[in-house]
């Protein structure tokens, strides 16, 4: 009889698991608790769909800092805004708190993590901002240096490099050249413009911007622990 992979690839899924002293619910809940739907359906029942949409947005904002090693270049101000600013654009992004709470039922954390972590680690650095009506992609003082060291001080040089970075051409060309005159001003003022919905932010730009953090002169922030959200982890198994 021949062997049957998916069973071999189980085999060899527990027999890893087992060499390296971790069980296979240790590695379903290395971040957070992973609900099984029944609980996520019960979740929004009794707490509602905004109540829910900021746990998810908690999470996201988490998962960000966990995935992108963070821990050193965010303070805990960051993270309390970016709680904030996370739950604005995921509103803006699925179209309203039902339909956050509805893709959450659906699929659980497991569909934010792999969608909106790179939104969540924008925010979390500054280069995306939802303070206002709608997210913008935002270009402060220190990311403007980088900019200007990676591709001169002109608007379409950095707007090249901008794309390069996974950036919509009209909005990099729009950035660039905010970036240019406040270069050639010297003015010290972040520069930004609206994200069109369709914008998915690319990791690339995530990472140039710790790049950017993580240049000489930047100031380091104190090292966060990553403490469990009590408002996220605090549900019973039925």
């Given at each position: 009889?021949?062997?049957?992979?998916?069973?071999?690839?189980?085999?060899?899924?527990?027999l890893?698991?087992?060499?390296?002293?971790?069980?296979?619910n240790?590695?379903?809940?290395?971040?957070?608790?992973?609900?099984?739907r029944?609980?996520?359906?019960?979740q929004?029942?009794?707490?509602?769909?905004?109540?829910?949409?900021?746990?998810?947005?908690?999470?996201?904002?988490?998962?960000?800092?966990?995935?992108?090693?963070?821990?050193?270049?965010?303070?805990?101000?960051?993270?309390?805004?970016?709680?904030?600013?996370?739950?604005?654009?995921?509103?803006?992004?699925?179209?309203?708190?039902?339909?956050?709470a509805?893709?959450?039922v659906?699929?659980?954390?497991?569909?934010?993590?792999?969608a909106?972590?790179?939104?969540?680690?924008?925010?979390?650095?500054?280069?995306?901002?939802?303070?206002?009506?709608?997210?913008?992609?935002?270009?402060?003082?220190?990311?403007?240096?980088?900019?200007?060291?990676?591709?001169?001080?002109?608007?379409?040089?950095?707007?090249?490099?901008?794309?390069?970075?996974?950036?919509?051409?009209?909005?990099?060309?729009?950035?660039?050249?905010?970036?240019?005159?406040?270069?050639?001003?010297?003015?010290?003022?972040?520069?930004?413009?609206?994200?069109?919905?369709?914008?998915?932010?690319?990791?690339?730009?995530?990472?140039?911007?710790?790049?950017?953090?993580?240049?000489?002169?930047?100031?380091?922030?104190?090292?966060?622990?990553?403490?469990?959200?009590?408002?996220?982890?605090?549900?019973?198994?039925?």
């Amino acid at each position: 009889m021949k062997n049957n992979p998916k069973v071999l690839l189980t085999a060899a899924a527990v027999l890893l698991c087992y060499l390296v002293g971790v069980s296979l619910n240790e590695l379903a809940e290395a971040h957070g608790k992973h609900r099984p739907r029944a609980t996520r359906v019960d979740q929004v029942r009794r707490h509602g769909d905004a109540k829910m949409t900021k746990r998810i947005a908690g999470h996201t904002i988490k998962e960000a800092i966990l995935r992108y090693k963070l821990e050193e270049i965010v303070a805990q101000e960051d993270i309390e805004r970016g709680k904030k600013e996370m739950y604005n654009f995921l509103k803006w992004k699925l179209g309203g708190p039902g339909a956050v709470a509805g893709q959450y039922v659906s699929s659980g954390y497991d569909h934010f993590e792999k969608a909106y972590t790179d939104e969540a680690g924008g925010i979390l650095l500054g280069v995306i901002s939802f303070a206002n009506k709608e997210p913008e992609l935002v270009m402060p003082k220190w990311m403007q240096d980088y900019l200007k060291v990676q591709a001169g001080a002109t608007g379409p040089a950095i707007a090249k490099y901008l794309e390069s970075e996974g950036v919509p051409k009209e909005l990099a060309a729009k950035i660039g050249q905010k970036v240019a005159e406040a270069l050639v001003a010297g003015v010290e003022r972040n520069v930004a413009a609206f994200m069109p919905k369709s914008y998915d932010i690319d990791n690339r730009l995530v990472r140039a911007a710790i790049r950017a953090k993580k240049a000489p002169g930047m100031a380091s922030k104190k090292a966060m622990p990553l403490v469990v959200d009590d408002d996220e982890e605090d549900e019973k198994e039925p």
